[in-house]
Structure formats: C-alpha cells, structure tokens
C-alpha cells in the first residue's frame, strides 16, 4: 500500500464509509487535533519515569485511535470500539492514584519541571485545543458527546501526570506569582 495516493489534493479527504469531506471541515480538524495529541502522547511517552504513566499513555493512545474512527465515521455507522464512560471513570480512576504522590494544589502553577512533566503539560495544551475542535464537531454534526467529554478527562489526567512526574523526579513545581504593578 503507498503512503501518497494523490486524492487528497483538491483539499478533500475520505472517511470510514467512503464519503469525502472538506480538509477544513469541522470533522477533520477535530481528526486533526486527535492525532496531534497522539502524536506529543508518544513524544511524552518515551521520558515517562513512572512506569504507571506510560502504561496509561499507550492506553489513552490506543484509545485515541477509536476516537478518531468515531469522528470519521458516518453518522449511519457505529464505532465498532467507541470510547465510554467507563473510560472516563479510567482516566478519573488513575487521577485518584496520582493525586496521592502530588502535593495538595494549592495555587497555579507554571507548565514545566522535568523533561516529562514539561512533554505531558505540552500535550495538556494539544489536548484543550483539540478539545475544542472535538466539540465543535459534537455541535455541528448532532453526534454524541463522549469523545468530547473522554478528551476533556485527558487534559484533565495529563496534568495530575505531569504533576505526578515532577514529584517522582523531585522537581519542585513553580508557583504562579501575580505581577505586581
């Protein structure tokens, strides 16, 4: 199979089913975002110190691929592997975890720390934008909500983790200071 195909090139792309749609649509920038959080997961994977971190990131990645699928699948179509609730309780469940090696947040912080902490708070950026983008498909296209809801929790859980890499690496977190005038 070649990589370039060359039908993508009057700014059209196809999805699961066959239909095509417009590379600008809503549908393929919140495709677009999905695989750019993929893709800063796996930059953040490989400099994961906390064993329990890079497991959860394969996991989310490979959950992230069946969030795609639902979003460039019809509407007529079920997702053979659509993400849950229960993988929202997942996430949720492995915040819990961290939240016991973390210090109680008691301020803002800066995004930073260790090299990992500084990838997952990266990736925590990605993650709200394609959030937006992954809602604005939920509003345009009547379609449910979960993907959206299953992105928001991973922001969400990419912050308690890189959090939880800094504490492993004994980094200590930067406060936020208000300027003064």
Not at 37 to 51: T, Y
Not at 140 to 151: C, L, N, S, W
Not at 159 to 164: D, E, N
């Amino acid at each position: 199979m070649r990589i370039y195909t060359g039908t993508g090139d009057d700014g059209e792309t196809g999805l699961i089913g066959g239909g095509r749609v417009p590379k600008s649509s809503a549908t393929m920038r919140a495709i677009g975002g999905i695989d750019e959080v993929n893709a800063f997961l796996g930059w953040a994977r490989v400099v994961a110190s906390d064993p329990a971190v890079s497991k959860t990131i394969e996991w989310v990645q490979q959950r992230l691929f069946c969030v795609g699928a639902e979003l460039a699948s019809p509407p007529d179509r079920t997702s053979p592997n659509p993400v849950t609730e229960e993988d929202v309780r997942r996430l949720e469940q492995s915040m819990d975890d961290l939240e016991s090696v973390v210090e109680p947040l008691r301020n803002f912080i800066l995004p930073g720390g260790c090299e990992s902490a500084s990838r997952l708070h990266v990736a925590r950026a990605v993650c709200r934008r394609a959030e937006r983008d992954v809602w604005v498909w939920v509003e345009e296209t009547g379609r449910r909500k979960e993907p959206a809801v299953f992105v928001n929790r991973l922001a969400d859980w990419l912050f308690m983790a890189a959090r939880a890499e800094n504490a492993q690496s004994e980094t200590p977190e930067v406060i936020w200071k208000e300027p003064r005038s």
